[in-house]
Every structure is written in structure tokens, then in C-alpha cells.
Nanobody
Framework: QVQLVESGGGLVQPGGSLRLSCAAS????????MGWFRQAPGKDREFVAV????????SYADSVKGRFTVSTDNAKNTWSLQMNTLQPEDTAVYYC?????????????????????WGRGTQVIVSS
């Protein structure tokens, strides 16, 4: 079992920055990829970013590319999402997710298919 807890959400003005963290506990060694997703009110959940734990390879949604950076601290069993130049359309509940599969495709990771564990989410509001 793996437990995930997000933190770092809040209210920020357009153009500002936030850093989200996801702390993992439990069977950490089994995690192979860590993803970030978000869901805005009235909208479907969407992919934000993902990082493969062993290689550090990353992938981003086009809407956040160049503004968001995903990273992992394996020693601390956490991964983070640095969000810069935030815009009102970034307002959403952000979720982290952990994938235990050894050979997950980038497509499945981006589609949110197959993740084994999800956090409860942290709210991000971008507003003046």
C-alpha cells in the first residue's frame, strides 16, 4: 500500500508561482512513475505532468510546458510540481498519483490509466 498526501496549494495572483509537493509513504520502492493531474470545476480531470522515477524522464501537457516543472526527491519519497507564471485557467484541484507498473507507456501515464494510488488533492486558485 502507498499513501499520497499533496500540499502547497493556495491562492496566488496571476503571474505568481506555487510549489506543490506529494509525500509518499508505505511501499515506496514499488513506485515507477509519479504523475500530476488537475480538475477544474465542471471539467474533466486532465493530465499535467509525469516523471519516471528511475530515469527522471518527464512529460508535460502542452498547456503547462515551459511554466511547470516536475521533479522527484527519492531520498525523501516526495515529488514536486513547481508552477510558474500561473494563470486563472490553472485554477483547479491538483492531484498526485503513483504508478507501480514497470512498463507504463507515456500514453497511459498521460491518460491517467493504470495509476495505482491517488492523493486527495490540493486546491490551487489563481485570481487577482
Amino acid at each position: 500500500q502507498v499513501q499520497l498526501v499533496e500540499s502547497g496549494g493556495g491562492l496566488v495572483q496571476p503571474g505568481g508561482s506555487l510549489r506543490l509537493s506529494c509525500a509518499a509513504s508505505g511501499s515506496i520502492v514499488s513506485i515507477n512513475a509519479m504523475g500530476w493531474f488537475r480538475q477544474a470545476p465542471g471539467k474533466d480531470r486532465e493530465f499535467v505532468a509525469v516523471i519516471r522515477r528511475s530515469s527522471g524522464a518527464t512529460s508535460y501537457a502542452d498547456s503547462v510546458k515551459g511554466r511547470f516543472t516536475v521533479s522527484t526527491d527519492n531520498a525523501k519519497n516526495t515529488w514536486s510540481l513547481q508552477m510558474n507564471t500561473l494563470q486563472p485557467e490553472d485554477t483547479a484541484v491538483y492531484y498526485c498519483a503513483a504508478d507501480q507498473r514497470l512498463t507504463s507507456s507515456w500514453l497511459s501515464l498521460k491518460q491517467g490509466v493504470g495509476y495505482d494510488y491517488w492523493g486527495r488533492g490540493t486546491q490551487v486558485i489563481v485570481s487577482s
